[in-house]
């Protein structure tokens, strides 16, 4: 454990909850996926569960380690353009993310139906760039909510800071 603890510079027990967190959400991501992979590859009927959960488990399992491979590569990259503390806080970054971008995609569907618009009545090319646009403004002020409940408020306004210069909001930015 002490070695697992050097090698994300953890220093205190709680930060341990950031890989936990992690590590529960790349399972989770791997069953969601791996549902969509055996629904799509086998047609499984009722009484073949036993086959269907069997499958389910090895397409996991097998997402699990896929997706835990590509994060720690994606880490080592990061860790050298994020400008972080220790690396756990990369995990926290990662989790902040994830929430956010569910977080913000969850609730735009709802604010359209409000204004009476859905997926199914209205025009596709009406309706998905409505609601990538109300996503947008969404997602940048929950990173911020998201950030600062994660310990990561510093990192996410200057992640947004830049976000903004780069779509030309600099003016309103005050340094």
Do not use: C, H
Request: aromatic share 18%; hydrophobic share 55%.
């Amino acid at each position: 454990m002490q070695k697992f603890k050097n090698r994300w510079e953890i220093k205190d027990n709680w930060q341990l909850i950031f890989p936990f967190l992690g590590i529960i959400g790349l399972l989770f991501s791997a069953y969601l996926l791996s549902k969509r992979v055996a629904k799509g590859i086998f047609n499984f009927t009722e009484t073949q569960e036993d086959v269907y959960m069997i499958s389910i488990s090895l397409i996991t399992l097998i997402l699990f380690v896929l997706l835990l491979i590509g994060t720690l590569k994606i880490f080592t990259v990061l860790e050298k353009k994020w400008k972080v503390s220790y690396r756990w806080e990369l995990i926290a970054i990662f989790i902040v993310f994830a929430i956010t971008g569910s977080t913000a995609a969850k609730i735009s569907d709802p604010i359209l139906s409000l204004l009476g618009l859905r997926e199914e009545s209205t025009n596709g090319w009406v309706y998905w760039p409505l609601r990538i646009f109300l996503i947008f403004p969404a997602y940048q002020v929950l990173l911020i909510i998201v950030g600062w409940l994660f310990g990561q408020f510093k990192f996410f306004w200057e992640f947004e800071k830049k976000m903004l210069r780069r779509l030309g909001f600099a003016r309103f930015l005050k340094d």
